[in-house]
């Protein structure tokens, strides 16, 4: 089949996928991003943010080199195999679908490849390597063969969260030289987000690779200075600091609320491809987010609303938290007071050695929560800590109980369970009001300060989380 002329140049190419897809024209940072695979040099790292639409740019440049050149090796590697396959289809699905691509669909009568793991295209000559191959970055890389490796997304959360891991990836990238056919035209092109400060993409430039960034805002000079040339050309000339670099994918809006749920860390991370964090993303739970003040046990205001100012300052709390870190009173509280959606009591059973058994009971009331009560004993699984656990779930009329059954696989669940029948039942005989609550498990097996990262930074950063003053003044 005869070449199209107007599709040499790579973003009329995905203006014609985009159309197939019925998607919007693409966006300028799309057709940058575009120009920037065909134009930067043979090894490169493309960093954008969540949601521009990486992978499928790549994917249809995958089709335009094979276009151009049906004989092309190209090798998809992700964090996972099934991420690796879901590249590989989608660009088979566009060769199936497409009329001016009907040219590239394998030709099985001629027994050549054609799955979501591997495929050959229709004008291959026969080759022990296929046209495309997908792969998983622990998979077995060795013996394969290629001109275009695509490394996309090989750090992902799962992955990357300890330093072994990060090592383990650094690792086995660097297979990929081995890979790579001995010819000038060959290319190495890394897509992804970085998922820690420690990213291996930060190193790969010592690797002799060349980066691109396009974050989601518009940065301000001192993170500028941090891109340094890696910043796109088309960013770094405008000037209206913290507005979206794309407002055709992300209103500023909609960033704004992507940042309140990811926190400030995730957001840098995820949005703004920043790994250099200042200490307020470095250490994203603080205590002057934190509103503190005597609580209601019945009661709720609607709003309360958060202020860091002088005059809020609690100067009688003592803050052991960071540099500059202090309690705050609310600046106010607005709306009618209303009773409390529900109580829940966290307990997190002793494990060994001098481990406590810790609890925590937070009520909630609209999109606040707050904390009436914090604690913990050494008296492991006796009577006397089932009994502390049974007196502050009563005070505060507990209405669930989670517990986290990492230990003892449930044994302490069984017994808290048996102890507040029995309370119950010398209580019921002496007409006091009983303890009636649910009781469930939880299994957790992620590191515990991430969880508690996680969990905790986006409600702090959004100051939903209020704190009775007694908690601290015990603590």
């Not at 994203?284 to 205001?301: I, K």
Request: aromatic share 10%; charged share 25%.
């Amino acid at each position: 089949m005869k070449q199209n002329p107007k599709l040499k140049d790579f973003r009329v190419f995905l203006y014609y996928i985009w159309k197939h897809l019925n998607l919007p024209d693409p966006t300028p940072i799309q057709y940058d991003i575009a120009r920037y695979l065909v134009e930067g040099p043979k090894r490169k790292l493309i960093e954008a943010f969540r949601g521009i639409g990486k992978s499928w740019i790549t994917s249809a440049y995958v089709l335009y080199r094979l276009y151009w050149n049906p004989q092309l090796k190209i090798l998809v590697v992700s964090a996972s195999k099934e991420r690796a396959d879901s590249f590989s289809t989608f660009t088979l699905r566009l060769i199936n679908e497409i009329p001016w691509l009907a040219h590239l669909k394998p030709d099985i009568t001629r027994g050549q490849r054609n799955s979501k793991i591997s495929f050959d295209v229709g004008p291959a000559k026969p080759d022990h390597s296929p046209s495309v191959k997908s792969i998983g970055i622990f998979g077995q890389l060795t013996g394969s063969r290629a001109d275009i490796i695509i490394a996309d997304d090989i750090e992902v959360a799962n992955n990357s969260y300890t330093q072994s891991m990060r090592d383990k990836i650094s690792e086995a990238v660097k297979e990929f030289d081995a890979i790579l056919k001995p010819d000038a035209g060959t290319e190495i092109t890394y897509l992804g987000t970085p998922q820690t400060e420690m990213s291996l993409y930060n190193n790969l430039g010592e690797r002799g690779y060349s980066s691109r960034i396009w974050p989601a805002r518009i940065p301000d000079a001192k993170r500028k200075s941090w891109y340094g040339d890696r910043l796109a050309p088309m960013i770094d000339e405008q000037t209206a600091v913290g507005k979206t670099t794309d407002p055709n994918r992300f209103t500023d809006r909609d960033l704004m609320e992507r940042e309140a749920s990811y926190g400030r860390s995730g957001f840098a991370l995820q949005y703004m491809l920043d790994t250099s964090l200042s200490d307020k993303e470095r250490y994203p739970l603080r205590c002057t987010d934190l509103s503190v003040m005597s609580l209601n046990p019945d009661l709720a205001p609607e709003r309360v609303i958060w202020a860091a100012a002088p005059d809020s300052k609690i100067k009688d709390l003592t803050s052991l938290g960071f540099s500059g870190d202090a309690y705050y009173a609310p600046m106010g509280i607005q709306g009618d007071w209303r009773p409390y959606d529900r109580s829940i009591m966290f307990v997190d059973p002793a494990g060994r050695g001098a481990d406590e058994t810790s609890w925590a009971i937070m009520k909630s009331q609209g999109v606040n929560i707050y904390l009436f009560s914090a604690g913990g004993h050494r008296n492991g699984y006796d009577d006397l800590g089932m009994e502390q656990l049974y007196a502050a779930a009563q005070q505060h009329a507990v209405q669930k109980i989670v517990i986290e059954s990492n230990f003892g696989d449930g044994m302490f669940t069984n017994m808290l369970r048996a102890y507040i029948t029995r309370r119950n039942t010398e209580r019921k005989k002496q007409n006091q009001p009983e303890l009636l609550c649910s009781i469930e498990e939880v299994r957790n097996t992620r590191q515990k300060e991430l969880r508690i990262i996680d969990t905790a930074e986006p409600i702090l950063n959004q100051h939903r989380l209020i704190v009775d003053r007694k908690v601290i003044e015990q603590d």
